[in-house]
């Protein structure tokens, strides 16, 4: 005979998500997909609490989202106003005046011994070979300001090998995926939370409205921004400080309108005291100035920004700020904090949505019932750590790396300890160009290839194994792929061209 049902193994009843935005309705649309009605999925949310929209650019990890949520890709770009994005320009990072391409995608073709990198770097290293944007389809395409999608019906063409992400409008993102998730069920409530019930094992048990409405439930998620309602203010589960690796602490954002060019890239350049994006959808440039305020003051970073638009602004600026960092636990009790309460990282990667996609797919994975493992809930913030910890050395890198000595906030940069795992990863490049991904690393040795390379960290050496083949052969192998990569690049459609016959947007 069956044992009756013990709480500890009962299954989730309610399940409420605190806060809309990106953060919130990318949870409920997953969940809503994932779960397929079996569960009470909940969203409380305020029109008249605003969303910070600094997420508009995305990373390729995206579309496995959109995949997952069969989400027509056409139909989203054009509800969302959104453009395609081939990689990253970074503009005056590492000096004044020079600027590189941190693509998407593959370098070369593996081949041989060692990776593909370790023969250009022994060519370059003598002056031999092109830079290395040219052995990249995706960067060369970025520079000829082309796009398509990968043609899997050619796999041994370079252009099958195109790996793309989007930029959009994030608010219409979050229109978009709301539309979706209550189609599939969940209900929307609107109105401010006015207190949060605790149990007395001190998990929640209900948030309280405005109105007096109590909404109950067995797993929170929290989406309220950079608060953190549950996951500090009700649970005061604690925050990890990285501002003395990442001094940037404030940013101002505008959009625009459009001028220049329609570029299927995210820019990042580098002013005196911080750094400024821009990201060009189909019906505006979302602009914004991210810096650190020991150095310039708000005023002086809004005149900045507000100097170096494409076109006349189509808002009033808006402030932020931020301190980098994580919770100490993005799952506390039964909480789970998704996106900015989480933690924040600035968005120079654009990594801020995958981390929300992250942590959906990792509340998928240990999904809990009502007893709330420990076990899973150590095992899911130790995978969220490793995440954070890696995105965040990443972008350390960039600052790290810098040879501006410009402006006291360039010095401090270039001169600061940096942590010891990012040291590591350095000193193997320097030595023989080696790069390796750790465990599940979001960043692929190409990536750290483009940035150590574009920022001029120079290695001392190559892998010794390439000297088993001769330069000539090397030479004529580097020849062609860069051969072949300009004659794709050269029958791709532009950018805009792409857009206007398969995904152009209502005008607004």
């Known amino acids: 005979m069956l044992a009756m049902e013990t709480l500890t193994n009962a299954p989730l009843r309610r399940i409420v998500i605190v806060g809309g935005g990106t953060a919130g309705w990318m949870t409920a649309a997953a969940l809503s997909k994932v779960l397929q009605g079996r569960f009470d999925l909940h969203l409380v ?32 770009v054009r509800e969302t106003q959104a453009s395609f994005k081939l990689g990253i320009e970074i503009v005056y990072w590492g000096r004044l005046g020079e600027r590189y391409i941190h693509g998407f995608g593959v370098f070369g073709q593996q081949l041989w011994t060692t990776d593909f990198y370790q023969y250009w770097l022994k060519m370059w290293l003598a002056g031999k070979a092109e830079d290395l944007e040219h052995y990249s389809i995706n960067r060369v395409a970025c520079q000829a300001g082309k796009f398509m999608r990968a043609a899997t019906d050619m796999p041994k063409s370079p252009l099958s090998e195109i790996v793309h992400a989007f930029h959009f409008d994030a608010g219409l993102y979050a229109k978009y995926l709301r539309r979706y998730a209550q189609a599939r069920g969940v209900t929307r409530t609107e109105g401010k939370i006015a207190d949060v019930l605790l149990r007395s094992d001190g998990a929640v048990e209900a948030v309280v409205l405005e109105d ?24 005061k589960t604690g925050y990890e400080d990285w501002s003395h690796w990442l001094p940037v602490n404030r940013a101002v954002a505008v959009p625009c309108d459009h001028g220049g060019e329609f570029t299927p890239y995210t820019r990042a350049t580098a002013h005196s005291s911080g750094w400024q994006w821009r990201i060009p959808l189909q019906h505006r440039i979302g602009n914004g100035h991210v810096y650190c305020s020991d150095y310039i ?11 170096n638009l494409d076109g006349a602004p189509r808002a009033e600026p808006r402030p932020l700020r931020f301190v980098t960092g994580k919770r100490r636990k993005i799952w506390n009790r039964n909480v789970v904090a998704v996106g900015l309460s989480g933690g924040f990282l600035e968005p120079l990667e654009s990594t801020s949505i995958h981390l929300i996609q992250t942590a959906i797919d990792k509340l998928i994975t240990f999904f809990p019932d009502r007893g709330f493992s420990q076990r899973d809930i150590d095992e899911f913030n130790a995978q969220m750590d490793f995440e954070f910890v890696r995105i965040r050395d990443f972008i350390i890198l960039h600052y790290k790396l810098t040879e501006r000595d410009d402006s006291p906030f360039w010095r401090r ?25 750790e465990g599940a690393d ?51 459609p532009s950018h805009a061209e792409f857009i206007a016959k398969h995904c152009a947007a209502a005008k607004m």
């Open 45 to 76: 949310e305020s029109d008249e609490i605003g969303t910070v929209g600094v997420g508009e650019a995305t990373i390729p990890m995206i579309r496995l989202y959109n995949q997952i949520l069969e989400i027509d890709e056409d139909e989203f």
């Open 212 to 235: 007096g409405m109590r909404i109950d439930g067995d797993l929170f998620i929290d989406c309220s921004g950079f608060r953190g309602l549950l996951i500090e203010q009700a649970l």
């Open 297 to 307: 003051s708000d005023d002086e970073a809004t005149a900045v920004l507000m100097a």
């Open 413 to 437: 940069c270039r001169d600061m300890e940096v942590p010891e795992s990012l040291t590591q990863r350095m000193e193997l490049y320097r030595q023989h160009g080696r790069i390796f991904r």
């Open 442 to 492: 979001l960043f692929t040795p190409v990536s750290w290839l483009q940035v150590m390379h574009g920022q001029g960290l120079k290695p001392l050496g190559y892998h010794p194994l390439v000297d088993i083949y001769p330069e000539s052969e090397i030479d004529e192998f580097l020849r062609g792929i860069a051969d072949v990569i300009r004659k794709c690049v050269a029958v791709m």
